[in-house]
C-alpha cells in the first residue's frame, strides 16, 4: 500500500489525537488551547487561524469519534464512522502546493477549523485504509496495560504493540522472567 507524505502526516496526527485522551492512567494532553496549538504545531496542520475553547471543544468531540474507528471490529462499522466524520466536515478536495511540498490534496474546505480540517484530512487517511481492505491496520495496543491506538505499517502486518521498546519489550522481558523461574522450579 502506498502511503504518500500527506497521508502519512494524517495519520501521525490522528493516533497521536487518538492517544491524547484521557485513560485510567494517563491525563488529557489536550486539556487546554495551548496544548492544542502545540498540536497543530507539531504536526504542521495549515491554514489555521488563532485556536478558541470552542475549536478545544469541536477537536475533543471528533477525537472520540476517532476512537471509534480504531475501536470498529469491521471495515463496515469503520467506512460509517469515516462517512459521518468526513461529510460533518464539508470536504472540498483542492490541489495545493504550499510550504515546499509537491502538489497533494487537501480534504478540508479553505478556512475550516481545525475540527473540520482534522475531521477530513485525517478521516481521509483512514479511509484509504478501508477501500484498500486494510482495516486491520488500525489497531489499539495489545499490551494488558496499554490501549494506545497505532497504524500497523509493517510488511506483514505482525505489528502487535504501540512502541516495541515499551510495550514490547516490557512484555517479552516479563515472559522471559516467567520462563526463568518456571525452569528453576
Sequence with gaps: MLITHDTRCALDAVVDLVNSAPDDETTDTL???????????????SDVGVLSEHDLAAVHKIRG??????????????????????AAAGTTPRLTDHDGY???????APGASVADHLAADCGMA???FVVAGEQERLRRCEAPDCRRAFVDLSRNRSRRYCDSR?????LHVAAYRARRKEAAS
Design 102 to 108: 509537491d502538489w497533494h490534496v487537501h480534504y478540508f
Design 126 to 128: 483512514l479511509a484509504f
Design 166 to 170: 515499551t510495550c514490547g519489550n516490557r
Design 65 to 86: 469519534r476517532f476512537a471509534g474507528i480504531f475501536a470498529a471490529d469491521d471495515p463496515r462499522t469503520a467506512a460509517a464512522l469515516i462517512n459521518e466524520l468526513v
Design 31 to 45: 486539556a487546554d488551547v495551548a496544548s492544542l496549538t502545540d498540536f497543530v504545531r507539531k504536526h504542521e496542520i
